[in-house]
């Protein structure tokens, strides 16, 4: 069994691997239904318990099919129905007994430490949802979407993040390492990439391509990533940091300055930061890029049971 928590800490070749899998399982099941099971119903007879601490859409719906797909059960708890936080009940026992009952686990967390202590105590796949610092799952499967729409290996391509520096951008320059792409990041001075995340970079002999200046970063982009620039319980002026974002805006006039082909990509949900018309232009591939986190999560939890084809 292996836990699924950051990028940077599972080998790209497992990651590629991921990769492969979600590519023949998505093709086998083309026109499918979407609760229709895959033939071979890998997770048939498991249970795994789903945990949101903040919101969430996508990533909710997203394992619910692709753990029903792979004929899995699934349970979502309430955050407030537990006895764990003000009930008192500890993280370790909690653990205990997630183990006790389930198969896996999936976590969207507010605490990074959180996540890291519970890996300790589980003894059953621990799955990142979402933490403050880093959205693997989201990531893995976009950097799918990308290769799916391109049709050629992301090595191959200029990839630009233009907005703040946050968990899901972590998770790109994790994966910029993993999968070895050029990634240049457009933000303001004061919402670079944290020391933590830049000391990993240094470690890993990788350059960024930093630019406090959206056109400079977007130059010969084959795919421009964007993000909200308030993230989940982001404690910050919301008014002050979003008039700091003012010219890091994805128009059409910015897109002009990549390549002709450049697509759009966003997790969702979007804030202020893309225009509507580039957002629903054809350019910009969001929907494409929520459906394929099913058939990637579904490759990830197979990874977990250690059962990759
Ligand atoms: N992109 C994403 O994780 O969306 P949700 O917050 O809706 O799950
Ligand atoms: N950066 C965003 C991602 C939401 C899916 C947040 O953490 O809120």
Known sequence: MKHFINLKDISGKD?????????????????????KEDK??????KL????FEK???RTRLSFYLAIKQLGGGTLTLRTNELHLGEGGESLEDTAKILATYGDGFMFRTD?????????????????????????PTQVLSDIFTV???????ISKLNIAWIGDSNNVLNSLIAASIKFNFKLNIGCPTSYCPEKFVLDWVEENNKKLYIYNNAKKAVVDADVIFSDKVISLNDKVNRKKKLSQFVNFKITQ???????????????????????EKVFFSDQSKVWQQALNRIHVQKSILLYCFGKLR
């Open 15 to 35: 990651l590629r691997k991921i990769l492969q899998d979600a590519k023949k399982r998505k093709k086998k099941r083309k026109g499918w239904d979407s609760l």
């Open 40 to 45: 071979d119903s890998p997770l048939k007879n």
């Open 48 to 51: 795994i318990i789903q945990m």
């Open 55 to 57: 919101s969430s859409l």
């Open 111 to 135: 605490s990074d430490e959180k996540i890291e202590k519970l890996k300790n105590y589980l003894s059953i796949p621990l799955i990142n949802g979402l933490s403050p610092s880093s959205h």
């Open 147 to 153: 290769e799916e729409i391109k049709k050629k290996p």
């Open 253 to 275: 006039k910015l897109l002009n300055f990549a390549k002709k082909d450049c697509i759009f990509l966003h997790c969702l949900p979007r804030g202020s930061e893309v225009d």
